[in-house]
């Protein structure tokens, strides 16, 4: 079993910036891949973006955080981070950590991760 736990949501207002964490524990070797996902109210939930665990650290973004959000991951402490830089009102979700074995492939889709964190909301204000 793997276990995530997510930090660092919060409230800000447009064009700002927020950082979020998720550390994970326990049998972190059945996973090579960390990613983000959001799910706003009445929504479905949504890929944000995703790393993959190796020397390159290949990453994935969704269209809609290209160019602002960065992923990044910390393999010593099996902990992933998700800068947001020019939130958006739109951006303002629940985010949650997933980690799984993707290896990249399909990295955009909820199935493909095994393991979730409970979620860290964040708020834009415009």
């Known amino acids: 079993q793997v276990q995530l736990v997510e930090s660092g949501g919060g409230s800000v207002q447009a064009g700002g910036s927020l950082r979020l964490s998720c550390a994970a524990s326990?049998?972190?070797?059945?996973?090579?891949?960390m990613g983000w996902f959001r799910q706003a109210p009445g929504k479905e939930r949504e890929e944000v973006a995703t790393?993959?665990?190796?020397?390159?650290?290949?990453?994935y973004y969704s269209d809609s955080v290209k160019g602002r959000f960065t992923i990044s991951l910390d393999n010593a402490k099996n902990t992933v981070f998700l800068q947001m830089n020019s939130l958006r009102p739109e951006d303002t979700a629940m985010y949650y950590c997933?980690?799984?074995?993707?290896?990249?492939?399909?990295?955009?889709?909820?199935?493909?991760?095994?393991?979730w964190g409970q979620g860290t909301q964040v708020t834009v204000s415009s």
């Open positions: 790393i993959v665990r190796g020397a390159v650290g290949t990453t």
């Open positions: 997933a980690a799984g074995a993707t290896y990249g492939a399909g990295w955009y889709l909820p199935k493909r991760y095994n393991y």
């Open positions: 326990g049998d972190t070797y059945l996973t090579n891949s």
